[in-house]
């Protein structure tokens, strides 16, 4: 997976960096969740910055999937033992 993806990931879940790291390397379906929640990361801070961000709907759109994904990955971790 590219670090990029990851990066996002080990942002907002610091304590559990060699786990990410660990199943990033092993798990397809982790990666791919990941990439997700780095695009929705991605994508929610393109319609933030818009002038008219207040009146973007998608800004609630993407917070709730980023939400969802957050709560996935953080499953998995404690599925997979934080400490690796």
């Known amino acids: 997976m590219a670090d990029a993806r990851l ?3 080990l942002e907002r879940f610091p304590e559990a960096a060699a786990t990410l790291r660990r199943l990033a390397g092993s ?3 982790f990666c ?3 990439e997700e929640y780095a695009l929705a990361r ?3 801070a393109v319609f933030e910055a818009r002038p008219d961000a207040a009146e973007r709907p998608e800004i609630g759109d993407y917070r709730t999937v980023i939400a969802e994904l957050e709560g996935e990955i953080d499953r998995i971790l404690k599925e997979a033992g934080q400490d690796g």
């Open 42 to 44: 991605q994508s929610l």
């Open 32 to 34: 791919e969740i990941c």
């Open 27 to 29: 798990n397809p379906d």
């Open 7 to 9: 990066a996002q990931a």
